[in-house]
């Protein structure tokens, strides 16, 4: 399997306090993903990042901000939980940025916002 | 219109039979084309690559038709383990720095039973 690690794996948060999602991989692949996975939609790309201190918006980054200052290393923060942002999320990795190459998953963070 | 579009059943077959799902891609400029697979509660996982000239692997055959911009995925005889959600993913080279983004189809729920 992918050394890719998602933390924490499940999380229950207040509306209106930060959270902070780690993505953590030991494959020194370039590429990192954020989506979420919600009932009817699929995975919906949050933010990706091609590097580091490199990262770029998706189709649904609206209160999601990222940071990557190291290339194992991905985090998603959300300013102030909504409880539209309960959802499971689930980080990726690709070693390239070619079109062909298999993306890896972590194996998710279920956040329940109350 | 979303960018990739799956039925999402649920399918019920039972075990032995041969199930086709389809699913179809908005972006003339899409470039690979994958199936994924994802259990309940799982991440997804690579199930196949689908190739231009169709691909088989074992009981499972993919078929990609750019001029209708369409894929498909064959299970034949099919396993009470093949149940799971099969996920379409589409890749597409925006250019710049969005190398090799994934758009997923919501996916198509496959329960095989005894």
């Known amino acids: 399997d992918a050394g890719i690690t998602q933390s924490p794996r499940h999380k229950v948060t207040e509306t209106g306090t930060p959270v902070t999602l780690r993505c953590h991989q030991t494959e020194n692949h370039r590429y990192m993903y954020w989506y979420r996975q919600d009932p009817g939609h699929g995975l919906r790309l949050i933010h990706y990042s091609y590097g580091v201190k490199d990262t770029d918006k998706g189709e649904v980054s609206d209160g999601y901000s990222v940071s990557r200052s190291k290339t194992e290393d991905f985090l998603l923060t959300l300013e102030s939980a909504t409880s539209s942002q309960t959802s499971v999320y689930f980080c990726?990795?690709?070693?390239?940025?070619?079109?062909?190459?298999?993306?890896?998953f972590g194996q998710g963070t279920r956040l329940t916002v109350v | 219109r979303k960018e990739v579009e799956q039925d999402p059943g649920p399918f019920n077959v039972p075990e032995g039979a041969t199930v086709a799902f389809n699913c179809t891609y908005s972006n003339s400029a899409s470039q690979s084309f994958f199936w994924y697979r994802q259990d309940c509660r799982k991440e997804p996982k690579l199930l196949m690559s689908v190739y231009s000239s169709g691909n088989e692997d074992g009981r499972f055959t993919a078929q990609l038709n750019r001029a209708s911009q369409y894929i498909s995925l064959l299970i034949r005889d099919s396993k009470l383990s093949d149940s799971a959600t099969y996920l379409c993913?589409?890749?597409?080279?925006?250019?710049?720095?969005?190398?090799?983004?994934?758009?997923f189809g919501q996916g198509t729920i496959l329960t095989v039973h005894p």
């Open positions: 990726a990795i690709k070693q390239t940025g070619g079109t062909n190459t298999e993306a890896f």
């Open positions: 993913v589409v890749t597409t080279n925006a250019g710049g720095t969005s190398y090799g983004k994934l758009t």
